[in-house]
């Protein structure tokens, strides 16, 4: 029979899941939501931020159960038709594994370097100060978006972006090792900086999640196995699995609302999030 602190702590989980599932992959910061839900449920998990590093694995999973034709054709394996639900692919298809190396390696070297230091991060006070920098990044890029509204420079197509606009977004993405940046804000906001569209951004982004978020997973993994036990399992597996089905729903309807709104309802939310957390917990 379960122990009733066991129910709460996979109902939590389940709670999690949902939350990560619905903010992965739109620039609120998944991670800041996570640490916040944590604490206002009560959530006194001793590995809950290996648990919030972990839970990541379910939108890395949905990400390439959908985009699968595009994850193969950039390590070398394309096929004959590409039809990746809604991504603008042009006929040369020049988008490989290169600009995703360069689009990762800032991260990843600033976030081996770091890691210990980041989880010192995982704080409510923290998380504040991050969206509302966050806040102001993305502002800046809906700006700059307005400004050259018109203009004939922007890459519009994923599969035109250069070595060094991968490689640029990638230092971007940097400010997501903060938590409650936001990983996608970083690199939309950064990509529009660096004379892509909008939604080119939303879809390197995506894809650029998959090797960071599993490459952060499987350090982690590795870091704390010491650590992790076999009744871990069931709440890592709750987590994950509904991190999973809640981020497969909204990927599939997620390139269809980004093309029909800016980025001004996330800086909004984002914005009366920062006052709410302040009045609560200053």
Known sequence: MCDINDINLLFIALILGVVEGLTEFVPISSTGHMILVSQLLGFHYYNIKTFEIIIQLGPVVAVICILWRRVLGIIGLNLDKISNHNIN?????????????????????????????????????????????????????????NYRKNSSSVTVFIDDISYLQAFLIGCFQCFALWPGFSRSGA????????????????????????????GATIL?????????????????????????????VIIKYLFKIIQCISLVPFIIYRFVLVIILYYFIY
């Open 220 to 248: 982690d993994l590795y870091k704390n196995l010491p650590f992790i036990f076999l009744h871990d399992l069931p709440i890592f597996t709750i987590g994950i699995s509904t991190s999973f089905f809640i981020s497969f």
């Open 89 to 145: 692919i042009n006929s040369n298809k020049k988008l490989n594994i290169n600009h995703i190396t360069l689009g990762i390696i800032p991260s990843m070297v600033l976030g081996l370097i770091c890691h210990k230091q980041i989880k010192n991060f995982f704080e409510p006070k923290y998380v504040i100060s991050a969206l509302l920098l966050g806040s102001i990044w993305l502002l800046a890029g809906q700006l700059l978006l």
């Open 187 to 214: 690199t939309i906001s950064g990509g529009i900086l660096v004379g892509v569209s909008r939604t080119v951004a939303f879809e390197f982004s995506f894809i650029l999640s998959v090797p960071i978020k599993l």
